[in-house]
């Protein structure tokens, strides 16, 4: 007979995977954390530059692309720039001041918020920041939500990523939810993640949950490898 506190097999397994997510966090982030600004730089250099050559990247007429944190992250100023000057639809991510009670959405970058860049400036550097300091639309901004089948390729970011496609985030979920979303009814968007050195695990895997989306390709400084859909 189970006694009140005692855990089934799944509240031990599920226990069992939140604190190896947690280790693998703490972990990974202290890896990036050690490389110098010169080295994030170059490393996410050699990442868009594979990016650009992959013929799914030149198919897609639109693209999901997330605005970096100021620091510990790929930086993504390069690909956005790329995005819109090869004529790309571009959306990137709202998700609201608050973290813990807002969801993610993708905001379609129109011709108006790309006019009022500055020279030297892309359309996101005079945003506002939220907490984790990362840009997002002004309140007063007039938006376009993407829709299921709006984007071709949605570019993911992740604490770090196994062979198999495996992906840990943050830890709130806000990938995982939106893309579910999106493919309730449409096979798109293809999900391409993209990473650092540190942020890959040749050795390891990823624990994943019963709603975790795997990657269809994982972009790396070194190449890319091709998973296949998810």
Not at 39 to 53: D, G, K, N, R
Not at 217 to 229: C, F, H, Q, S
Request: glycine share 8%; charged share 25%; aromatic share 6%.
């Amino acid at each position: 007979m189970q006694t009140t506190g005692d855990m089934s097999g799944g509240d031990v397994a599920d226990d069992e995977s939140r604190k190896r997510k947690q280790e693998l966090r703490k972990k990974i982030r202290k890896s990036i954390r050690d490389l110098s600004s010169d080295e994030i730089e170059t490393q996410s250099a050699s990442v868009w530059e594979h990016l650009f050559q992959l013929d799914a990247y030149k198919a897609a007429s639109s693209v999901g692309l997330f605005l970096s944190m100021p620091a510990g992250e790929i930086k993504t100023d390069p690909a956005l720039a790329h995005a819109l000057a090869s004529g790309k639809t571009l959306f990137v991510p709202r998700v609201g001041a608050n973290f813990e009670h807002c969801d993610m959405e993708m905001i379609r970058v129109n011709d108006e918020t790309t006019s009022r860049q500055r020279e030297g400036q892309l359309f996101h550097h005079t945003w506002p920041r939220n907490k984790w300091g990362i840009p997002e639309p002004p309140e007063d901004e007039p938006v376009v939500l993407a829709k299921p089948g709006d984007i071709d390729l949605l570019v993911v970011p992740g604490v770090c990523f196994d062979q198999l496609g495996g992906r840990l985030g943050q830890g709130k979920g806000y990938y995982d939810r939106f893309i579910a979303r999106m493919r309730q009814t449409s096979e798109k968007p293809l999900l391409v993640a993209v990473a650092l050195h540190p942020s890959f695990l040749e050795d390891e895997s990823v624990p994943m949950s019963e709603h975790d989306f795997h990657m269809d390709m994982l972009v790396l400084p070194t190449g890319t490898i091709d998973i296949g859909p998810s």
